[in-house]
């Protein structure tokens, strides 16, 4: 048996995959997949403040066997593929590379577009979004319109973590022993009873917004 070449074998299979759109999903009413079941796979989307690690690797080729297989059923498979690039991850990776939000989100999605390409995953690219990008969020603000429409989003007081040193809101898993994960501040917790216990939050009070099935009177 010839010895695997994988720089070259991967390669020219990708590239084959490619040409071919292989991994294209056309939408249900397409006459092409009229007759069949559909399955959607989407794993998560990567944060890109950084470029993937083998974390992502183990993930990504998970969702590919199933992928696979699903084809193989006769299953037309929708596998998109995003970035979640708004929040705190994508902040502190500028704050560490010294560069403007937008420069380092997009050159860390480059970088892990052409490591997704080599792995060979079966990823659908016609369907690729990035939530930074205004083609995106005008859907989830649209929606967030929609829930404010309906009394479904409404603003109240409630507990927050605090950091006094970023001056920022910190959600729960970004509190390590108490202290804030980047800077490692003591994290202040607010009461959702008033606004005397935060006085250095940027509004005085420490309110938040909330959405609910139930509607504000219920809370
Ligand atoms: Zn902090």
Redesign the pocket.
């Known amino acids: 048996m010839d010895s695997y070449d994988p720089h070259a074998i991967e390669r020219k299979w990708q590239q084959v995959w490619e040409e071919a759109g292989a991994f294209a999903t056309p939408n249900p009413d397409d006459p092409s997949v009229a007759d069949k079941s559909n399955a959607y796979v989407l794993e998560m989307l990567p944060y890109p403040s950084g470029e993937l690690h083998m974390g992502h690797v183990l993930n990504y080729t998970l969702g590919d066997v199933v992928s696979h297989v699903r084809r193989r059923r006769g299953f037309a498979v929708l596998r998109p593929m995003g970035y979640d690039a708004f929040g705190l991850p994508a902040e502190n990776a500028a704050i560490r590379e010294g560069g403007h939000p937008r420069d380092v989100t997009d050159r860390n999605i480059a970088a892990i577009r052409a490591q997704i390409k080599r792995m060979g995953w079966s990823i659908d690219w016609t369907r690729e979004v990035s939530t930074a990008e205004p083609e995106y969020y005008r859907w989830t603000q649209w929606l967030f319109l929609k829930l404010y429409d309906a009394g479904l989003a409404y603003r109240k007081a409630a507990p927050v973590k605090w ?1 006094p ?2 001056q ?1 809101v910190l959600a729960n898993e970004q509190v390590i022993d108490g202290r ?1 994960e ?4 003591e994290v202040e917790a607010t009461s959702n009873s008033g606004c005397s216990r935060s006085p250095r939050t940027p509004t005085g009070c420490s309110t938040t917004w909330h959405c609910s099935s139930r509607g504000p009177s219920a809370c």
């Open positions: 950091c040193n970023d920022t804030c980047r800077c490692g501040a």
